[in-house]
């Protein structure tokens, strides 16, 4: 009986072999081929900005890499909603990316009625780059640290207001954590925008940003913002003079901000791993080297899963802001 049994099994495996082999063989030559035609990566905000730009570098090396056209395409709205699920619905043969951003992990906290579910929508492709925020103050104020702000928000509460471009925006979050660490008082004002808020804040009619640093930097070289410190965890080759918040006594204020490359779930994994060896090519050149230096990035190659911890470890951290803050979408 045995001997019958295992002369069954033999045969069986014998036959399957052929299939197996001609399944194997289909599946890497379907593989094999991609990319076959034009890749697209869309940006959830419109042209200019710090992830349309990443965007465009990124899809510049991937074509090169590639052989084939990688086209960005700018589709804004809703706080970045249309952009992100005009990907969620797209099929998922890796020729539909989402440059993501900070946004994406917030908008679960503020938004309870999205039109997809973040974490069961895309497969983490690849964390291209972590990026952190600066301090920034009219300069005709006294504040010449984060120290010095906090004493007078203390002394004045209410009388301090930060600018950001919106509510459940990044920096709008990174000021609502600064005033729950200090324990301040310190009014939130929100634009349609970067570009309003700084106007104002130049102007004096606001005091103080947290800002990403490209859109600041130049007016901090020019004299006309006064940079008191960066949100990051440590000191900034880009900024080495200037401080973190956390050596003002905040230990446990970071606030990072990221650019990361999604694809829709289903997604094959050898594609998404192409994907993402592609990506970790790109950020060693010396463009991406020079970005780095001069913009305070922080370029952090790493796997597919690593990114998707990351992305988690981010909305539960914000999740966490956006609840003791009281924020929601308007």
Same mark, same amino acid.
């Given at each position: 009986?045995?001997?019958?049994?295992?002369?069954l099994?033999l045969?069986?495996v014998?036959?399957?072999?052929?299939?197996?082999?001609?399944?194997a063989?289909?599946?890497?030559?379907?593989?094999?081929a991609?990319?076959?035609?034009?890749?697209? #990566?869309?940006?959830?905000?419109?042209?200019?900005?710090?992830?349309?730009?990443?965007?465009?570098?990124? $899809? %510049?090396?991937?074509?090169?890499d590639?052989?084939?056209? @990688?086209i960005?395409?700018?589709k804004?709205g809703?706080?970045t909603?249309?952009?992100?699920?005009?990907?969620?619905?797209?099929a998922? %043969?890796g020729?539909?990316?989402?440059?993501? /951003?900070?946004?994406m !992990? #917030?908008?679960?906290?503020?938004?309870?009625?999205?039109?997809?579910d973040?974490?069961k929508?895309?497969?983490?492709?690849?964390? #291209?780059?972590?990026?952190?925020?600066?301090?920034? @103050?009219?300069?005709?104020?006294?504040f010449?640290?984060?120290?010095?702000?906090?004493?007078?928000?203390?002394?004045?509460?209410?009388?301090?207001?930060?600018?950001?471009?919106?509510i459940?925006?990044?920096?709008?979050?990174?000021?609502?954590?600064?005033?729950?660490l200090?324990? @301040? %008082?310190?009014?939130?004002?929100p634009?349609k $925008? /970067?570009?309003p808020a700084?106007?104002?804040?130049?102007? $004096?009619?606001?005091q103080?940003?947290?800002?990403?640093?490209?859109?600041?930097?130049?007016y901090?070289?020019?004299g006309q913002?006064?940079?008191?410190? @960066?949100?990051?965890?440590?000191?900034?080759?880009?900024?080495?003079?200037?401080?973190?918040?956390?050596?003002?006594?905040?230990?446990?204020? !970071?606030?990072?901000?990221w650019?990361?490359?999604?694809?829709?779930?289903?997604t094959?994994?050898?594609?998404v791993?192409?994907?993402?060896a592609?990506?970790?090519?790109? #950020?060693?050149?010396?463009?991406?080297?020079t970005?780095?230096?001069?913009e305070?990035?922080?370029?952090?190659p $790493?796997?597919?899963?690593d990114f998707?911890?990351?992305?988690r470890?981010?909305?539960i951290?914000?999740?966490? !802001?956006v609840?003791?803050?009281?924020?929601?979408?308007?």
């Amino acid at each position: 009986m045995r001997a019958s049994v295992a002369r069954l099994m033999l045969a069986f495996v014998t036959a399957s072999v052929p299939c197996l082999t001609l399944l194997a063989v289909a599946t890497q030559a379907a593989l094999g081929a991609y990319p076959d035609r034009p890749i697209r #990566i869309i940006v959830p905000f419109a042209p200019g900005g710090g992830v349309d730009i990443m965007a465009r570098l990124i $899809g %510049d090396f991937v074509s090169k890499d590639f052989g084939k056209p @990688v086209i960005v395409e700018n589709k804004p709205g809703a706080g970045t909603i249309v952009g992100t699920m005009a990907v969620a619905s797209s099929a998922p %043969d890796g020729y539909t990316l989402l440059l993501a /951003s900070t946004p994406m !992990v #917030i908008n679960p906290s503020i938004n309870t009625k999205l039109p997809y579910d973040t974490f069961k929508a895309f497969t983490p492709v690849a964390l #291209i780059a972590r990026s952190f925020d600066i301090v920034v @103050v009219n300069p005709k104020l006294p504040f010449m640290s984060i120290q010095d702000v906090i004493a007078y928000a203390k002394a004045n509460p209410g009388k301090l207001n930060f600018g950001s471009p919106g509510i459940g925006s990044s920096p709008h979050l990174a000021g609502e954590l600064f005033k729950s660490l200090a324990h @301040v %008082d310190i009014t939130h004002v929100p634009y349609k $925008g /970067s570009a309003p808020a700084l106007s104002d804040l130049l102007g $004096g009619h606001i005091q103080m940003m947290f800002s990403t640093v490209p859109a600041t930097a130049a007016y901090v070289r020019a004299g006309q913002l006064r940079a008191l410190a @960066v949100t990051s965890a440590q000191r900034s080759a880009a900024y080495p003079n200037l401080p973190t918040v956390i050596e003002a006594g905040m230990t446990d204020y !970071v606030v990072e901000g990221w650019y990361g490359l999604s694809a829709p779930t289903g997604t094959a994994p050898d594609i998404v791993n192409l994907l993402n060896a592609s990506v970790a090519k790109a #950020i060693r050149t010396g463009t991406f080297k020079t970005i780095e230096t001069n913009e305070g990035l922080i370029f952090a190659p $790493g796997t597919p899963e690593d990114f998707g911890r990351y992305m988690r470890e981010q909305a539960i951290r914000w999740q966490n !802001v956006v609840k003791g803050a009281h924020i929601q979408a308007q």
